[in-house]
């Protein structure tokens, strides 16, 4: 049942209500993480549903899901210093360092994903629903047959207003403008000055922004991709 709880839990955070903002820092020695996790109260008050499953405690449904992904991350030998805590009502911030994000994403998924790529000088990510499969690996709920209906794989073709009325179908009419309103953005500092970059915005000397709607990911109709290099 716990597992069965947090996979409705993880499906909520990817659906709708939610912004993350997650800043990357590279660096040649030990890379660091900060994952700022941000969620509407009116989906919190869905989740409340759900909370008589839980064990008593002092978690809620909430708290305990970020406790999960945060063991899934420290549970790897590519990780170190995994800390994740509430730093409000409906908030959440996380930090972890890392070696080589890529390494940490093959040690997660088990395989030798392409979706993000990193070398001495150089940053790669590109998803899109012919590499989808490595994701549920590196992310394996995103699989549950509870969660992947909702997700890329079963809405190829879907316009946005196609998955909207969906979702006023399985969540409430609150959705399409919390799905419409979420955003997911990486700010990345590079332990160098940039010399190319597409698919993002460069920021400064050493730094860059890429940032795309949620309903992007969620219906992945076109690739989310960007490239960086830096001397």
């Known amino acids: 049942m716990r597992k069965y709880i947090l996979t409705v839990i993880s499906a909520c955070i990817l659906l709708s209500g939610c912004t993350v903002t997650q800043t990357l820092t590279l660096d040649s020695d030990m890379s660091s993480s900060v994952t700022d996790i941000s969620v509407e109260q009116f989906f919190i008050d869905v989740l409340t549903d759900f909370q008589e499953f839980m064990p008593s405690g002092d978690e809620n449904i909430m708290d305990s899901a970020i406790s999960a992904f945060a063991g ?43 979706i993000i790529d990193q070398t001495d000088n150089s940053l790669t990510f590109h998803c899109d629903i012919g590499n989808y499969t490595e994701l549920e690996a590196v992310v394996p709920f995103l699989a549950d047959p509870n969660v992947s209906v909702y997700l890329a794989n079963y809405n190829i073709g879907y316009s946005e207003q196609d998955y909207y009325d969906m979702m006023v179908f399985a969540i409430g009419e609150e959705a399409p403008d919390a799905i419409s309103s979420s955003m997911i953005t990486f700010n990345i500092t590079v332990p160098g000055r940039i010399t190319s970059i597409e698919g993002a915005v460069q920021t400064g000397e050493n730094t860059l922004q890429y940032s795309f709607p949620l309903i992007d990911f969620l219906l992945l109709s076109s690739p989310l991709s960007f490239s960086v290099q830096w001397v």
């Open 72 to 114: 899934q991350i420290d549970g790897t030998s590519n990780a170190a210093d995994t800390l994740f805590v509430k730093n409000g009502s409906n908030s959440y911030v996380g930090t972890f360092s890392f070696d080589n994000i890529a390494d940490l994403a093959d040690e997660l998924g088990g395989i030798e994903q392409s």
